[in-house]
């Protein structure tokens, strides 16, 4: 069993261009359920599995949401300061 959830292009310089996207899927494997998150890469017949991903089971993926939340206000916090700081050079 496979479902799609999120799927999108690649951001990264070795994979950009169309060359892979980034997707995450439900898988069930071996009596488990796990997050799948890998690179699918470009091939001649389309997008293909690569090596280049992990699996997250349950347990796991629950832990880490609020870890994900958190390093994202971070990220924010950082880029608005950030950009205060070029908008004070500018004046």
Not at 15 to 39: N, T
Not at 69 to 75: K, V
């Amino acid at each position: 069993m496979e479902k799609q959830y999120w799927i999108d292009n690649s951001k990264e310089r070795k994979w950009s261009d169309g060359k892979g996207r980034v997707s995450v899927k439900w898988v069930s494997w071996r009596g488990r359920h796990w997050a799948d998150m890998r690179i699918m890469r470009r091939t001649d017949e389309g997008y293909v599995h690569s090596a280049k991903g992990f699996r997250l089971t349950t347990k796991q993926l629950r832990e880490l949401l609020p870890v994900l939340h958190e390093m994202l206000d971070h990220i924010d916090n950082q880029e608005e300061e950030e950009k205060r700081q070029a908008e004070s050079i500018e004046d």
